[in-house]
């Protein structure tokens, strides 16, 4: 069995606008908007290698709400 570890470091630029996604939600206000500018960000990240696919994957699986 293949265990997954979860423990990485996410940029300040995603966290900052994951934490302002979480707090608009909260409130009810601009949710989706939000969420496409943290999949750019998520995008850009796995493109610099700041990120892998599968760990991009495991924020989208945390902390989308847009379900």
């Known amino acids: 069995m293949?265990?997954?570890t979860k423990n990485f470091i996410v940029p300040n630029y995603i966290s900052e606008e994951i934490l302002e996604?979480?707090?608009q939600t909260a409130q009810g206000?601009?949710?989706c908007m939000k969420w496409r500018n943290i999949q750019t960000l998520l995008g850009l990240a796995i493109?610099?290698?700041r990120?892998?696919?599968e760990q991009a994957d495991i924020i989208e699986e945390l902390f989308c709400r847009e379900k």
């Open 47 to 49: 493109i610099n290698g």
């Open 21 to 23: 996604y979480i707090e």
């Open 2 to 4: 293949e265990k997954m």
């Open 51 to 53: 990120i892998t696919r």
């Open 29 to 31: 206000r601009c949710r």
